[in-house]
Each structure stands twice: as C-alpha cells, then as structure tokens.
C-alpha cells in the first residue's frame, strides 16, 4: 500500500531542528571529532610509533652524531669554535670598577722621537727602571731585550739591574734553528730572567699563556709569572704541587690545571710546557699606562706605581711587538694587543688565581663534551615529533639554537668553556635529516592512504583525511572502528541485458561516460567511494574519521541525498545525449541508509583495501535493489528511484519531498524497514540545494 506526502510527519517530529540557512558554497567536510582533535604533526600514536619514533630519533641523531665526531677530529670545527670563543670574551660585561694592580709603562713612536735613537739606550733605560724602584714598584718586568749594550749608560743599567732585586728582564729561548735572544749578561743564571715566548693559534691569535718549558735538563719561567710569584712573595704565596693531582701546580687560592690539547674546542693543540687560557677578564683597555718620556720627566702620580707591578715594554707601531687576541676585530678595540699589555694580562689573571680564588677556564673531559654533542643531536632529532606544524617546527630550532648559545654563554660567564659549534650544528642537522625523513614518509603515507580511498575524493576531503589521519591511521593503515555513517548504494539497472546487445568497445565506452559522469559527483558531497563492481558504486558519507556529534550524522545524511539528486540531473543530461547517439538510456536505482557499522581495511602490504561492514551495510544493498523487478525508470526526467530507509529520513529534517513506500522485510532480513522513496528538495530548500550544487560542479569541474 503506498500512500504519497510532502513530508513524513512522523519524519519532521522526530528530527533535529533545521539549521540556518547556509551559504550556497560547498559543504565543509567534518573531518575531525571535536573542535580539539587538532593533528598534531607528525606526533606518534601508541606504542609500536613511539618505538619506531624512538627508533628512527636514535639512528638520525647517531648518524650526525657520528659525521660531527669525524669532522670535530679531524679539526674542521676548531675555527668556528675558536671563533665563538672569541665572542664570548668579547661579549663579557665589563671588568669590575677595581683595577688589577699592574701598571704600564709604554714606549711610542713619540718616545721614540724625543729619544732622538731606537733601541732605547742603557742610560734612558736604566734611569726609567730606577724611578720605578725609587717609587716603590714592588716589581718590575722589562719587556725589552737588552742582551747587548746599547751605550752610553751600560754600566749604569748593569748596576741597576744587580741592585734592585724586584727587576725581572726578559729572554728568548732558543727554537731550531732560532738561537734565542740571551737575558742582560748581569742577571744570566738568577731567577730573575724570563722567557717571552708566546704560543700563537693558527688563526694568529693567542688564547694561551706559557707558564714553564723544560728542555730535560731546567725549567724555565716565563716572564709575567716570574713577575707574579715575586709580587705574591709579599703575601707569602709560593708555588705549590696540587694535593689530589701532584703534577698540576697550585698558586695560593687556586689549582692551575694545565690545558691539554683537546681542551674547549681545540683539537690536538700543542700542549708542550705548562700552558693555561687566558681568560682576559679585565678587558681589552684595564690597565693604567704612563708614558716612557713622562717617567723620565717625573711627570706621573706615584700612586699608579707604589706597591703594584710595573711593566716596561714597547707600544710604538714602528716596532712590531703587538699580537693578534679575542678582542681583535671588536668594534672600537685596536687591532692588536702590544706585547706588554699582553703580558698584563697574564700576570693579572695569575695574581687573581692565587689572591681571590679566580681559577682558570675549566672544560668538560672528552667523554664529556661527546655526550653533550649527542644529547643536541637527539634533540634536534626528536623536535619533529613534538611541533604541530611546519612553522612552530622552525620556530623551535631556532629557539632551541638561541637556547644553546645562551646557555653555553652563561656558563662562560660562570667559568666554564663548553663547545657550542657542535652541538649546534648537531641540533640543526638532525632536526634537518629528521624533517627529510617524516617529509618522506608522509609522502608514502598519503599515497597509501589516498589508495584506499579512491581516485574519486574530493582534493579538499582528501586533504582533511590526511591532516587528520592520526584520529584512524596507525602502522600505515586504518584502525578498526566503530562508527556511525551513511552507506550509499547505486546500480544501473537493466544493465545485463545491455550488455548483451553491445559490442564490448561500445560497451565499455558507454560505462565509461556513465562512470565519468557519475562518480565526480560523490567527492563533490563529502562521500568516499569505497568499492566500484562492474555498474554499480558503493560510497559511504562519514569516513573514515568518526563522527561524534548529531549534526555532523545529520549533515552526511543529507549530504548523501543531495548527491542522488545531483547524479539524476547529470543521468538526465547524459540520456540526451546517448539519445542522440543512438546508445541506451540509463535508470539507476539508489539505496540510501544511515546507521552503525564497522569500518577498517582488509588486504596484505601489496594490496589493502578500505571497506565498511555491518548490518546497516547489508541492508543498504538490498534497500537498492528492492523491488528491482518493478524499476521503471523515467529516462529523460527522472531516471533515479532514490529510496531511504527511516533512519535516514529522521535525519533530513524535512528537506525533502519523499513517498513513504511501507514497511517492507527485505531479503534476509528479520524485522522490516520502513522504505520512503525522494522525489527532490522540499520549498525554500529546493532553492538553496540549487546554489549549493551548483558551486559543488563548479569545483568539481574546476579540479
């Protein structure tokens, strides 16, 4: 018994209220569950991920791990290490108010000038270092050589030399084929003469100072620590063995560790001799200074020289005693440092080791700085894993690069020299290698994906299935689960017997058409075709992500409905045309019923296949071919018989005509169905059907 009705009453009372009237552009497809279930990017899901995830961190990070080690011993990062030491000196806030108890006194180019002659001679030189003593330098440090008379006045400068024990001259040491340059001939063999030997980087800059040298035979001082043991005799600091390392030296409040030649980001230094860093703490312009001719003039104050050390040396240009250091380059810093400010500041760093505890630059043991160079490099690794996005993962590295070089700047500040180029570049090339290697996954993962959901997804369903495939995709392939969906079911009825009065060229032709026709139309409404067989089409609204919400059920639903009404108009178009032609016209049954059903993927690695299962799904298929017999088909204005099952007409809301057809038992089945058939949009909704599909084939047509 069929009786027909706008609308089913009992349809309308039960549905949801209808929602404002939307604009006519394409559905947004409703991919996630929540408004929270943002993807996050990338971020491994379960156990079996995480391992792979741990996996893959521990393998990228170990491989640049490795690359960075062979480089680091071979010495390729040295320079760039260097270089940022450097930087640390220089970006060292300024030395305290207090100034070191060192004094220099400088001879220029205009000293020079007045002297009328260079070398200075023994009578100049020797009435500057006795107004030095007569001033009460407690030492004195000549940083000019005299190991030949320079006359007039070279019994004078030897009478001076002898008779003021607080006077330190200076020496070279003897090199290959260098004879040296011996001390003044009156203090040969004392303990008052010292080396000025300097160590030198390959870069020409000096970081180190040279403390002894021992040829098998004595061991000799350098001249600013000769100068600062004797100023520290006066406070009773003498040099000592260290109690727990006997073979390092320990000056009053502080153990000099020697460096060794993989100290901070040297990588097989000369370490010969006892070598210490520099720490240049008191900045590149510390020192008091007073002028060569104003000494001898008388024209200083005598509280800059009392009590303090007093270093006698070169500044002039014209003659080539300067060094390039970490403040070389420096904005408003001179070019080089002089030999006698050089030596400065070595004597001050040694008075502050022994006075105030300041001990020298300390560095990490090589196990030590391996692992904090690996730690970096699994953290680049695994920043993949843990950003949302494209550019949150770049403004992380660079974050975590300004971290780094933060950090290790703070503890150069607290003493500590800790290697930053490494890990680094460790932190960058892992997060690169490990970028390079997601980007190439996901490139795989979106085609297995994509496999399983057809050619015929729409490009902006497609795009919403992979951001959100983390919501049903573990392992490269769908959970299993349970949802409620739309299950779309068409055929072409009457189709064996066409098949048999056409040649299978023409046949195939025609199927194409009808095919080409046709299945646009359903990624065009958010559904995902799931299965082709011969002429029929199974396609399901509500895949694969799980809807959570009535509206969003309630939106498949329709969704599916307008899109058997969009296939009609196109079967409409096309019988027209295959009228013209000669061809058989088409009539297609559609079955349409929403409920509960499983979904997840069948198949091996080679060939997976996507499909959904379940009772709503069987009587999906038998509510198409109900009655198929009876089918008769209005080819050229309503070749569709378009029939949907209660549950599905609760959700439409009344916007649509449908003709309830009765309760029916269909094949199989145990309790019937009521079985409504629809004829197109209802009023107001008609309307905007309209707009809406036509902005559905524009893009359709436009992809």
């Given at each position: 018994?069929?009786?027909?009705?706008?609308?089913?009453?009992?349809?309308?009372?039960?549905?949801?209220?209808?929602?404002?009237?939307q604009?006519?552009?394409?559905?947004?497809?409703?991919?996630?569950?929540?408004?929270?279930?943002?993807?996050?990017y990338?971020?491994?899901?379960?156990?079996?991920?995480?391992?792979?995830?741990?996996?893959?961190v521990?393998?990228?990070?170990?491989?640049?791990?490795?690359?960075?080690?062979?480089?680091?011993?071979?010495g390729a990062?040295?320079?760039l290490?260097?270089?940022?030491?450097?930087?640390?000196?220089?970006?060292r806030?300024?030395?305290?108010?207090?100034?070191?108890p060192?004094?220099?006194?400088?001879?220029?180019?205009?000293?020079?000038?007045?002297?009328?002659?260079?070398?200075?001679?023994?009578?100049?030189?020797?009435?500057?270092?006795?107004?030095?003593?007569?001033?009460?330098?407690?030492?004195?440090?000549?940083?000019?050589?005299?190991?030949?008379p320079?006359?007039?006045?070279?019994?004078?400068?030897?009478?001076?030399?002898?008779?003021?024990?607080?006077?330190?001259?200076?020496?070279?040491?003897?090199?290959?084929?260098?004879?040296?340059?011996?001390?003044?001939?009156?203090?040969?063999?004392?303990?008052?003469?010292g080396?000025?030997?300097?160590?030198?980087?390959?870069?020409?800059?000096?970081?180190?100072?040279?403390?002894?040298?021992?040829?098998?035979?004595t061991?000799?001082?350098?001249?600013?620590?000769?100068?600062?043991?004797?100023?520290?005799?006066?406070?009773?600091?003498?040099?000592?063995?260290?109690?727990?390392?006997?073979?390092?030296?320990?000056?009053?409040?502080?153990?000099?560790?020697?460096?060794?030649?993989?100290?901070?980001?040297?990588?097989?230094?000369?370490?010969?001799?006892?070598q210490?860093?520099?720490?240049?703490?008191?900045?590149?312009?510390?020192?008091?200074?007073?002028?060569?001719?104003?000494?001898?003039?008388?024209?200083?104050?005598?509280?800059l020289?009392?009590d303090?050390?007093?270093?006698?040396?070169?500044?002039?240009?014209?003659?080539?005693?300067?060094?390039y250091?970490?403040?070389?380059?420096?904005?408003?810093?001179?070019?080089?440092?002089?030999?006698v400010?050089?030596?400065?500041?070595?004597?001050?760093?040694?008075?502050?080791?022994a006075?105030?505890?300041?001990?020298?630059?300390?560095?990490?043991?090589?196990?030590?700085?391996?692992?904090?160079?690996l730690?970096?490099?699994?953290?680049?690794?695994?920043?993949?894993?843990?950003?949302?996005?494209?550019?949150?993962?770049?403004?992380?590295?660079?974050?975590?690069?300004?971290?780094?070089?933060?950090?290790?700047?703070?503890?150069?500040?607290?003493?500590?020299?800790?290697?930053?180029?490494?890990?680094?570049?460790?932190w960058?090339?892992?997060?690169?290698?490990?970028?390079?290697?997601?980007?190439?996954?996901?490139?795989?993962?979106?085609?297995?994906?994509?496999?399983?959901?057809?050619?015929?997804?729409?490009?902006?369903?497609?795009?919403?299935?992979y951001?959100?495939?983390?919501?049903?995709?573990?392992?490269?392939?769908?959970?299993?689960?349970r949802?409620?969906?739309?299950?779309?079911?068409?055929?072409?009825?009457?189709?064996?017997?066409?098949?048999?009065?056409?040649?299978?060229?023409?046949?195939?032709?025609?199927?194409?058409?009808?095919?080409?026709?046709i299945?646009?139309?359903?990624?065009?409404?958010?559904?995902?075709?799931?299965r082709?067989?011969?002429?029929?089409?199974?396609?399901?609204?509500?895949?694969?992500?799980?809807?959570?919400?009535?509206?969003?059920?309630?939106?498949?639903a329709?969704?599916?409905?307008?899109?058997?009404?969009?296939?009609?108009?196109?079967?409409?178009?096309?019988?027209?045309?295959?009228?013209?032609?000669?061809?058989?016209?088409?009539g297609?049954?559609?079955?349409?019923?929403?409920?509960?059903?499983?979904?997840?993927?069948?198949?091996?690695?080679?060939?997976?296949?996507?499909?959904?299962?379940?009772?709503?799904?069987?009587?999906?298929?038998?509510?198409?071919?109900?009655?198929?017999?009876?089918?008769?088909?209005?080819?050229?204005?309503?070749?569709?018989?378009?029939?949907v099952?209660?549950?599905?007409?609760?959700?439409?809301?009344?916007?649509?005509?449908?003709?309830?057809?009765?309760?029916?038992?269909?094949?199989?089945?145990?309790?019937?169905?009521?079985?409504?058939?629809?004829?197109?949009?209802?009023?107001?909704?008609?309307?905007?059907?309209?707009?809406?599909?036509?902005?559905?084939?524009?893009?359709a047509?436009?992809r």
């Open positions: 018994m069929r009786s027909r009705a706008s609308s089913s009453g009992d349809a309308a009372a039960t549905a949801p209220a209808a929602s404002s009237k604009s006519a552009q394409p559905p947004a497809f409703i991919v996630a569950p929540s408004p929270s279930a943002t993807f996050r990338c971020a491994p899901k379960g156990a079996n991920e995480v391992r792979s995830a741990l996996t893959a521990v393998i990228a990070g170990g491989l640049v791990f490795a690359v960075l080690f062979g480089l680091r011993s071979t990062l040295e320079g290490e260097l270089a940022v030491y450097d930087w640390q000196v220089r970006l806030p300024a030395a305290p108010a207090k100034k070191p060192i004094v220099l006194v400088t001879i220029t180019d205009r000293d020079i000038a007045e002297l009328g002659t260079w070398p200075v001679p023994d009578e100049a030189l020797a009435r500057a270092l006795e107004t030095l003593a007569r001033s009460g330098a407690r030492v004195i440090g000549l940083d000019i050589y005299r190991d030949v320079v006359p007039p006045g070279h019994e004078a400068l030897n009478a001076v030399l002898a008779n003021n024990p607080q006077i330190v001259a200076a020496t070279l040491l003897p090199r290959g084929e260098n004879p040296g340059v011996r001390p003044p001939s009156v203090l040969a063999g004392s303990d008052r003469v080396f000025t030997d300097t160590v030198v980087d390959a870069d020409a800059r000096v970081r180190r100072s040279l403390l002894m040298l021992d040829d098998g035979k061991v000799f001082y350098s001249l600013p620590f000769r100068v600062a043991l004797l100023y520290l005799q006066a406070a009773g600091v003498t040099p000592q063995s260290d109690a727990q390392h006997p073979e390092w030296l320990r000056l009053g409040r502080s153990t000099l560790q020697p460096f060794e030649p993989n100290d901070g980001g040297y990588v097989r230094a000369d370490a010969g001799g006892y210490l860093l520099i720490d240049y703490r008191d900045g590149p312009d510390a020192f008091a200074e007073i002028g060569f001719s104003q000494l001898l003039a008388g024209e200083f104050d005598r509280r020289v009392k303090r050390v007093a270093l006698v040396g070169v500044a002039a240009e014209s003659v080539k005693d300067s060094f250091t970490p403040f070389t380059g420096t904005l408003g810093a001179k070019e080089s440092m002089y030999g400010a050089l030596y400065g500041h070595m004597v001050s760093q040694l008075l502050r080791a006075l105030a505890g300041e001990r020298p630059l300390a560095v990490l043991p090589d196990s030590a700085e391996a692992l904090w160079t730690l970096w490099c699994l953290l680049g690794a695994a920043l993949v894993f843990v950003t949302r996005s494209a550019w949150r993962f770049a403004a992380a590295a660079a974050a975590g690069l300004v971290v780094l070089i933060a950090g290790v700047h703070a503890l150069f500040l607290l003493g500590w020299w800790i290697p930053s180029v490494p890990p680094a570049l460790g960058v090339a892992s997060a690169g290698v490990m970028s390079a290697y997601v980007a190439s996954r996901e490139k795989k993962e979106r085609a297995r994906l994509m496999s399983l959901f057809s050619a015929y997804v729409s490009p902006e369903l497609a795009e919403a299935i951001r959100d495939r983390s919501h049903f995709l573990a392992s490269g392939r769908p959970i299993p689960q949802l409620t969906a739309t299950v779309y079911f068409c055929d072409v009825g009457g189709f064996t017997t066409i098949s048999e009065t056409l040649e299978p060229p023409v046949l195939m032709g025609w199927l194409y058409g009808f095919m080409e026709a299945t646009p139309v359903v990624g065009a409404h958010g559904g995902v075709i799931l082709f067989s011969g002429d029929s089409i199974m396609a399901v609204f509500g895949v694969p992500v799980a809807r959570t919400r009535d509206e969003e059920i309630a939106r498949d329709v969704n599916a409905v307008d899109c058997a009404l969009a296939m009609q108009n196109r079967l409409v178009a096309l019988n027209k045309s295959l009228q013209e032609r000669g061809l058989p016209l088409i297609m049954r559609i079955g349409i019923l929403t409920g509960p059903m499983t979904a997840g993927s069948l198949g091996t690695e080679q060939r997976m296949e996507y499909n959904c299962h379940g009772d709503t799904v069987n009587t999906g298929a038998r509510l198409e071919s109900f009655q198929r017999e009876h089918f008769s088909p209005d080819y050229l204005h309503e070749p569709c018989r378009i029939l099952g209660e549950p599905t007409l609760r959700l439409l809301a009344g916007k649509f005509h449908t003709e309830f057809l009765g309760d029916f038992q269909l094949k199989g089945k145990v309790k019937p169905l009521r079985i409504h058939r629809v004829h197109g949009r209802s009023g107001a909704a008609a309307l905007e059907a309209a707009e809406v599909n036509s902005a559905q084939e524009s893009s047509a436009r």
